[in-house]
T-cell receptor, first 115, second 106 residues
Framework: EPEVTQTPSHQVTQMGQEVILRCVPISNHLYFYWYRQILGQKVEFLVSFYNNEISEKSEIFDDQFSVERPDGSNFTLKIRSTKLEDSAMYFC?????????????FGQGTRLTVV | GENVEQHPSTLSVQEGDSAVIKCTYSDSASNYFPWYKQELGKGPQLIIDIRSNVGEKKDQRIAVTLNKTAKHFSLHITETQPEDSAVYFCAASMRFGAGTRLTVKP
C-alpha cells in the first residue's frame, strides 16, 4: 500500500541551527502539507503546497519556515534558525485532490528536539 | 480561517459501550469532515469521513453524523473494544480539533 515516508524519524539540533525535514509523498498525489504536533497537544496546520507554490499557510508558518519540492519525489520543510519551542512532531501529508475535499495521508512523523 | 472545537478531551468507557465525540466548526464553506485516529508514536490515520451533502455515514461499528445548519458533526463508535483506545481528531478545512483521548477498559 502506498504511504508517505518521512526522514529522519528523530532529529536533535542545537538552538539556532537550521534543520531540513524530508518527506516523500505518495507518488501520484499533487497536494502536500506540513503539520506540527507539540507533545500531547493538537495537530496544527502549517502549510499546504500545490503546483509548486504555497496555497495556504497558518500564522505559525512565519519567515523562519520554508517549503520546497526540489525534485519530483521529495517535499521538504526547512526551519532556518530553530528555537526551543520548535520542538515537536512534524507530520507531512499528501492527497490526490485538495484536503478541503478529500482524505490526506499522513507520514509517521519526524520528532524534532531543539536543545 | 476555520476554527474547530472538539469535546470531550478525554473519554473513558467500558468495553462494549458506545462512545460519542463531538465537533463544531466555524466556516460554513467547509464541506469535507474527516475523522482521524492517532495511536502512540504514529501519524493520524483516517477512519471515516463525511461530505456536506450527506447527513450520516456508517462503516461497521463507526458512524459519523453531520448537521450543517448547526455546524457540528459527531463520531459514534459502538461496541467499543480495547483496540479502539487512541486519540481521535476531527478536522475541517485542514484544521484539526484538539483531540479526544479515548480509553476502552476491558
Amino acid at each position: 500500500e502506498p504511504e508517505v515516508t518521512q526522514t529522519p524519524s528523530h532529529q536533535v539540533t542545537q538552538m539556532g541551527q537550521e534543520v531540513i525535514l524530508r518527506c516523500v509523498p505518495i507518488s501520484n498525489h499533487l497536494y502536500f502539507y506540513w503539520y506540527r504536533q507539540i507533545l500531547g497537544q493538537k495537530v496544527e496546520f502549517l502549510v499546504s503546497f500545490y503546483n509548486n507554490e504555497i496555497s495556504e499557510k497558518s500564522e505559525i508558518f512565519d519567515d523562519q519556515f520554508s517549503v520546497e519540492r526540489p525534485d519530483g519525489s521529495n517535499f521538504t520543510l526547512k526551519i532556518r534558525s530553530t528555537k526551543l519551542e520548535d520542538s515537536a512532531m512534524y507530520f507531512c501529508a499528501s492527497s490526490s485532490r485538495s484536503a478541503l475535499d478529500t482524505e490526506a495521508f499522513f507520514g509517521q512523523g519526524t520528532r524534532l528536539t531543539v536543545v | 480561517g476555520e476554527n474547530v472545537e472538539q469535546h470531550p478531551s478525554t473519554l473513558s468507557v467500558q468495553e462494549g459501550d458506545s462512545a460519542v465525540i463531538k465537533c463544531t466548526y466555524s466556516d460554513s464553506a467547509s464541506n469535507y469532515f474527516p475523522w482521524y485516529k492517532q495511536e502512540l508514536g504514529k501519524g493520524p490515520q483516517l477512519i471515516i469521513d463525511i461530505r456536506s451533502n450527506v447527513g450520516e455515514k456508517k462503516d461497521q461499528r463507526i458512524a459519523v453524523t453531520l448537521n450543517k445548519t448547526a455546524k457540528h458533526f459527531s463520531l459514534h463508535i459502538t461496541e467499543t473494544q480495547p483496540e479502539d483506545s487512541a486519540v481521535y481528531f476531527c478536522a475541517a478545512s485542514m484544521r484539526f480539533g484538539a483531540g479526544t483521548r479515548l480509553t476502552v477498559k476491558p
